[in-house]
Antibody, heavy 117, light 110 residues
Framework: QVHLVESGGGVVQPGRSLRLSCAASGFTFSGSAMHWVRQAPGKGLEWVAVISYDGSNENHGDSVKGRFTISRDNSKNTLFLQMNSLRAEDTAVYYC??????????WGQGTLVTVSS | QSALTQPRSVSGSPGQSVTISCTGTRSDVGGYSYVSWYQQHPGKAPQLMIYDVTKRPSGVPDRFSGSKSGNTASLIISGLQAEDEADYYCCSYAGSWSWVFGGGTKLTVL
């Protein structure tokens, strides 16, 4: 059974960096593309980034392009999101999700990132 | 990457049917058969309910169905039950390995 656990969230000052992790189990992680999606407090879902099964391809949403980087370590079954130059508007719960075809399959429970001085 | 357009709220009584629309463009909803729908209860992670416009993952009741016409996709929930009360989000593949979500619809079961 697919299990995804995000970690690394917390309170960070504007302009600083943070790295999120997503530990995966219950499926062949090295065979699955993965997504990050975020949800600002009281708001809707926003797609953030995707990475291919082997890490050779990735893409990021316009609002984070150039500041965030998705990556993975298949030897550790872990997905990452490096977030630099953080802004107040990046405050959100960040979810990782397994890509299944063109849809997002099981999701983790999320980790909260708060950008505030 | 503009968000897909969904009604902010819909409502229905138990046993009734409701339809949630999701309007995009030819670059996303209208250009691909890759619309998915997610249910989210308060404080919980989203759960996939419909994918590839009309397909249901195993375990999702057949009361949930999907359709698409042009640039608008729809989620239809028939035989409403109290546990269907939640937020619903559509999502479409938008080409060039990117995805876009709708703004979300709050379903209230009266």
């Amino acid at each position: 059974q697919v299990h995804l656990v995000e970690s690394g969230g917390g309170v960070v000052q504007p302009g600083r960096s943070l790295r999120l992790s997503c530990a995966a189990s219950g499926f062949t992680f090295s065979g699955s593309a993965m997504h990050w999606v975020r949800q600002a407090p009281g708001k809707g879902l926003e797609w953030v980034a995707v990475i291919s099964y082997d890490g050779s391809n990735e893409n990021h949403g316009d609002s984070v392009k150039g500041r965030f980087t998705i990556s993975r370590d298949n030897s550790k079954n872990t997905l990452f999101l490096q977030m630099n130059s953080l802004r107040a508007e990046d405050t959100a719960v960040y979810y990782c999700a397994r890509a299944e075809g063109q849809q997002l399959g099981p999701w983790g429970q999320g980790t909260l990132v708060t950008v505030s001085s | 990457q503009s968000a897909l357009t969904q009604p902010r709220s819909v409502s229905g009584s138990p046993g009734q049917s409701v339809t949630i629309s999701c309007t995009g463009t030819r670059s996303d909803v209208g250009g691909y058969s890759y619309v998915s729908w997610y249910q989210q209860h308060p404080g919980k992670a989203p759960q996939l309910m419909i994918y590839d416009v009309t397909k249901r993952p195993s375990g999702v009741p057949d009361r949930f169905s999907g359709s698409k016409s042009g640039n608008t996709a729809s989620l239809i929930i028939s035989g409403l039950q109290a546990e269907d009360e939640a937020d619903y989000y559509c999502c479409s593949y938008a080409g060039s390995w990117s995805w876009v979500f709708g703004g979300g619809t709050k379903l209230t079961v009266l």
